[in-house]
């Protein structure tokens, strides 16, 4: 499942360059495409996660999915049509959240005794990551070379989703229930939305100034780069270009995420640190793609910046899991996604800003920010460490 939607709702990342191409949308309307998908998460995933706990993950769950069919059908009847490519945006960014607030704490649950006893303590963070960022890859890939090459650019990859999602529906009815709506706690849904372990302090030190940068950064490699580039550089060959950039950012996350875990499992903060620092180091190299127009170094640039998201999501997660009671893991994994991805509306606000100051020095601005953030997260690491010390 979470494979399935994290497919569908990336997909539409390299066919932003069709849209601007073939569809005549300026790039900050297709910027505005990107980021209305973050405006339908955001209700999705903080619901989604409390409703869950009361009504159990299978209810909440198959409905969302189901409705992934008709977002997916959404977005291939809306070809031309602005109004219908906003409006499939937005359900499917409701549909991703609600999969993924649910859907990550159902995996986390059935990677524990009874379902799985013998899975080690981060199966589940890593098994939830995996599946995600392998849906996040192989949709854009797919969704790129037809495309490409296929007849019906924009509407084909949306109806291979669908004859994805179907099987995967029949999945999701079979799979074990792990919350039973009898034992949901006897208070009102607005006390369900109050997650009391936003304000620990590790959730404030060391996840609050990581998690904007955990989609920041494939935001940047497949969104803000074809961009800077322009038209012009990658004429005849932008779709094209555009699904490897996002080929290479989801690779190198799915590949290193398994590393992620094993050094969380050594030092906790040191996966955190790492991913900012690649975010700086993937954010400057991108200037640098918008400096010369080089498109090796945009290639370079998607590398680190996949393993940077591959590090940050692992790391974040873990580290909700660390804080969070039992009773509040869905709610709090619901607010560090929506926290997350923040990170896509970064090409809405670089879009018009580019048409005033060049791509390179934005970029570096933005290199900046995170390096801020990172010293936060470091000085937090050290007020912890020192608390548990004492």
Same mark, same amino acid.
């Given at each position: ?39 339908? &998460? ?41 109004? #219908? ?94 919350? #039973? ?57 932008? #779709? ?91 709610? &709090? ?16 606000? &670089? ?10 020095? #934005? ?28």
């Amino acid at each position: 499942m979470l494979f399935a939607i994290g497919y569908g709702a990336n997909q539409f990342s390299p066919l932003m360059v069709v849209y601007r191409e073939q569809g005549h949308y300026s790039a900050t309307v297709v910027a505005a495409f990107f980021g209305v998908y973050v405006a339908g &998460l955001a209700p999705g995933l903080l619901l989604g996660g409390p409703l869950s706990d009361r009504l159990g993950r299978r209810r909440v769950l198959l409905p969302a999915l189901v409705a992934s069919v008709p977002a997916s059908a959404v977005l291939a009847a809306g070809a031309f049509s602005e109004a #219908l490519l906003f409006t499939g945006r937005f359900l499917f960014g409701v549909v991703t959240g609600v999969a993924m607030a649910v859907g990550t704490t159902w995996v986390k649950e059935l990677s524990q005794a009874p379902f799985d006893p013998e899975a080690d303590p981060g199966s589940g963070a890593r098994r939830a990551a995996l599946a995600l960022s392998a849906g996040f890859g192989v949709g854009p890939v797919v969704g790129g070379v037809l495309a490409q090459w296929a007849p019906l650019p924009m509407e084909l990859p949306y109806l291979v989703h669908i004859v994805l999602t179907l099987p995967v529906i029949a999945l999701v009815v079979r799979a074990p229930e792990t919350r #039973l709506p009898e034992t949901a706690p006897r208070r009102s849904l607005l006390a369900d939305l109050k997650v009391p372990a936003v304000a620990h302090p590790r959730f404030r030190g060391l996840v609050l100034p990581l998690a904007p940068w955990v989609f920041a950064g494939p935001a940047l490699s497949f969104a803000v780069q074809p961009a800077a580039l322009g038209a012009e550089r990658t004429a005849g060959f932008g #779709l094209i270009f555009a699904t490897g950039l996002t080929a290479v950012t989801l690779s190198a996350g799915i590949a290193i995420q398994s590393a992620a875990r094993r050094l969380d499992a050594r030092a906790p903060l040191a996966g955190a640190r790492l991913g900012l620092a690649l975010i700086v180091v993937g954010t400057l190299v991108s200037a640098g793609t918008a400096l010369t127009g080089s498109l090796v170094v945009a290639f370079v640039a998607s590398a680190v910046l996949g393993g940077a998201y591959g590090i940050s999501l692992v790391s974040g997660l873990l580290e909700v899991q660390r804080i969070a009671e039992p009773a509040h893991l869905a709610g &709090l994994t619901a607010v560090f996604y929506t926290l997350t991805y923040g990170g896509f509306l970064l090409p809405v606000v &670089l879009a018009p800003l580019a048409v005033h100051v060049p791509y390179a020095v #934005l970029l570096v601005v933005v290199a900046a920010v995170a390096a801020v953030c990172l010293a936060m997260l470091v000085a937090a690491g050290r007020r912890t460490r020192a608390t548990v010390a004492a």
